[in-house]
């Protein structure tokens, strides 16, 4: 049985994962259905062009969040990911990949699982207000920063003080 959800027939899930997979796949080929949130890739640029190191830690298998950077065409503003079934703790990994530190590192998420798992690593965390969860479960878990806009991203203290430090 798989544990926590009660399906008794592997079979089941894998016949109910491949389907999820065509499905998104195809929703994610749509941008009339699947587009990023406005700013977002603005946003992003604006922080590659000034040497942020950016990347995606997704509870996603790692074909679905392939088929959907390249799908939304954002997959060059990324220096890494990490999915699900790839990690224990993300952030570690992460880190270690960029020979980085927590303290020094924002992890920017849209549910309270972004907001624990950073915290958990002792990075700082900043929420945005609109995606999987509501503000206030999201204010909650007590982020560092919660935004309304992804360009607020660029205000936060430590992105918007790196702005300002020459070369």
Request: glycine letters at 6%.
């Amino acid at each position: 049985m798989l544990h926590g959800v009660g399906i008794a027939e592997p079979g089941l899930v894998s016949d109910a994962v491949a389907c999820y997979n065509r499905h998104f796949r195809q929703i994610v080929s749509n941008d009339k259905v699947a587009r990023l949130f406005p700013t977002v890739v603005d946003t992003l640029r604006a922080l590659r062009k000034n040497s942020f190191r950016l990347a995606l830690a997704t509870n996603e298998i790692r074909e679905i969040l392939d088929h959907l950077v390249a799908a939304l065409n954002i997959d060059s503003l990324f220096d890494a990911s990490v999915c699900t079934a790839e990690f224990d703790d993300p952030n570690p990994r992460l880190l270690n990949e960029f020979g980085g530190n927590a303290q020094d590192t924002l992890v920017v998420g849209d549910s309270v699982f972004d907001i624990k798992m950073g915290k958990a690593a002792g990075c700082m965390t900043c929420a945005v207000s609109y995606g999987v969860h509501s503000e206030t479960k999201l204010r909650r878990q007590q982020p560092d920063w919660l935004i309304d806009d992804f360009s607020q991203l660029l205000e936060i203290e430590p992105v918007s003080a790196a702005f300002e430090q020459p070369g």
